[in-house]
């Protein structure tokens, strides 16, 4: 069984970064999918950005396009999001999300993904 307890987050004024961390335990993370999601209030759970188990695909939101990288380290057993640039209506709790696959993917459905952090807040301030 997989574990994830996120780090990272805080609050940050526009135009700044953060870095979300995603340490995994209990299994190797380079045989998973492995993306970030965030819930603003009273909005749905959206799909951020997506890493392939290969780290060969990457997906990423139109929203935070060109903003925003996710990342793997499997001799860590981490998977990262870098976040630049921010913006308010980048505000919301942000989880990482973990799925098994036996291929490249990089889905966007929350349903697909089988493991999930705690959620951590970010609060980017104008």
């Known amino acids: 069984q997989m574990l994830l307890v996120q780090s990272g987050g805080g609050l940050v004024q526009a135009g700044g970064s953060l870095r979300l961390s995603c340490p995994a335990s209990g299994r190797t993370v380079s045989s998973y999918s492995k993306a970030w999601f965030r819930q603003a209030p009273g909005k749905e759970r959206e799909f951020v950005a997506g890493?392939?188990?290969?780290?060969?695909?990457?997906k990423y939101a139109d929203s935070v396009k060109g903003r925003f990288t996710i990342s793997s380290d499997n001799a860590k057993n981490t998977f990262y999001l870098q976040m630049n640039s921010l913006k308010p209506e980048d505000t919301a709790v942000y989880y990482c999300?973990?799925?098994?696959?036996?291929?490249?993917?990089?889905?966007?459905?929350?349903?697909?993904?089988?493991?999930w952090g705690q959620g951590t807040q970010v609060t980017v301030s104008s």
């Open positions: 999300a973990a799925a098994l696959f036996t291929y490249d993917a990089t889905p966007v459905l929350p349903t697909t993904y089988t493991v």
């Open positions: 890493i392939s188990r290969s780290g060969g695909l990457m």
